[in-house]
């Protein structure tokens, strides 16, 4: 097994012609099929160079089966958070990976018809070719987009802390602009080296987000950029993935843009206008609103933490599959040993 997911596990196999394939069995439950069908539907319509593709599925003794190429070079959090990294992702890796996910989430929320939102945009999903071209994957928990509103309402929340847009995980409403703001927690990992959420923030009940204001309030950006890279990285590509990540991460997602402005900030087609306040653009609520968002979070997580991050390894948290089944999902996931 090279994967666990809340709902299914993810096996390396190999075609009858050699070729390593992910191999995706659907765990057990009242709406695998339906949810199935679904991942199918989606996946099989889409066509992107940045977009993990099917080849193909497999239904046998009520195994639920999608297989996809396999990427040997791992994640894009194994890279950046990983126990055992290797070498320090470049500056200009990480700026064309940013671009690349840009241009895989254009295409979801723009050149797609129905428009598909994603709803689990994080670095674990972000996969990466041996020349680290980076690949959109895991559509589980994707869905067709609204085609009559802007919005519509889930009450089943689903995906990863440290990734959820306010509005979806304390009012149920999805849109697009659930996406754009994971991806600005995205841009933050890739800017700062740093995870969504450790179990030494979490003591301090402080995430990445609340982190990074703090230093753009102070407009201190180098301070935001990963130790890891000392100093090697380009000026212009830095305040321009910092505007992007700061839009990203507007609490209200009126004020939050699409993900084609997002790729026009980062290739440099779209600049702030003079005078434009980067770090006020973050906030666009009062702070006792974000706080008790905050509250909400940690009282869902209601997780002990040790003094031995090791610890967390072995600890879980639940949040509700869009099945209405409650989905087991490993804090491992992202609370491992990190730079937090």
């Known amino acids: 097994m090279i994967g666990e997911g809340g709902c299914s596990n993810v096996y390396k196999g190999f075609l009858p012609s050699g070729k390593p394939v992910a191999v995706k069995i659907l765990k057990s439950y009242k709406e695998a099929w339906?949810?199935?069908?679904?991942?199918?539907?989606?996946?099989?319509?889409?066509?992107?160079?940045?977009?993990?593709?099917?080849?193909?599925?497999?239904?046998?003794?009520?195994?639920?089966i999608s297989v996809y190429d396999l990427f040997p070079a791992g994640s894009l959090e194994e890279i950046l958070h990983g126990q055992n990294?290797?070498?320090?992702?470049?500056?200009?890796?990480?700026?064309?990976?940013?671009?690349?996910?840009?241009?895989?989430?254009?295409?979801?929320?723009?050149?797609?018809?129905?428009?598909?939102?994603?709803?689990?945009?994080?670095?674990?999903?972000?996969?990466?070719?041996?020349?680290?071209?980076?690949?959109?994957?895991?559509?589980?928990?994707?869905?067709?987009?609204?085609m009559d509103a802007t919005n519509m309402i889930d009450s089943n929340v689903v995906g990863t802390f440290g990734y959820i847009a306010p509005e979806y995980f304390m009012e149920g409403r999805v849109s697009d602009k659930i996406d754009v703001y994971s991806f600005g927690i995205v841009l933050l990992e890739l800017l700062s080296g740093r995870r969504p959420i450790s179990s030494k923030?979490?003591?301090?009940?402080?995430?990445?987000?609340?982190?990074?204001?703090?230093?753009?309030?102070?407009?201190?950006?180098?301070?935001?950029?990963?130790?890891?890279?000392?100093?090697?990285?380009?000026?212009?590509?830095?305040?321009?993935m910092v505007l992007a990540a700061t839009l990203c991460l507007n609490q209200s997602d009126i004020h939050r843009p699409k993900a084609s402005q997002i790729l026009q900030i980062l290739r440099g087609e779209q600049e702030p206008t003079e005078g434009y306040n980067l770090h006020a653009t973050y906030m666009k609520v009062p702070n006792n609103q974000e706080d008790d968002g905050l509250?909400?979070?940690?009282?869902?997580?209601?997780?002990?933490?040790?003094?031995?991050?090791?610890?967390?390894?072995?600890?879980?948290?639940?949040?509700?599959?869009?099945?209405g089944k409650k989905r087991r999902l490993m804090l491992k996931e992202y609370l491992r040993k990190g730079q937090c």
Request: net charge negative.
């Open 34 to 64: 339906s949810d199935f069908s679904l991942e199918v539907d989606i996946v099989s319509s889409l066509r992107h160079k940045h977009i993990t593709p099917l080849i193909g599925v497999c239904v046998e003794n009520d195994h639920l």
């Open 85 to 146: 990294k290797k070498s320090v992702l470049p500056w200009e890796v990480r700026f064309k990976m940013a671009t690349a996910v840009a241009e895989a989430l254009k295409y979801l929320h723009n050149e797609c018809y129905p428009h598909v939102i994603h709803r689990d945009v994080k670095s674990s999903n972000i996969l990466l070719s041996d020349d680290f071209q980076p690949q959109l994957s895991d559509f589980g928990l994707a869905i067709w987009g609204p």
């Open 201 to 240: 923030a979490m003591e301090k009940q402080e995430s990445l987000v609340q982190w990074a204001k703090a230093l753009l309030e102070r407009r201190d950006l180098p301070a935001l950029v990963d130790p890891a890279l000392d100093g090697d990285f380009d000026v212009a590509q830095l305040h321009r």
């Open 295 to 323: 509250r909400k979070l940690y009282a869902h997580l209601s997780v002990p933490f040790s003094d031995d991050d090791d610890s967390t390894s072995k600890c879980s948290y639940s949040i509700r599959c869009k099945t």
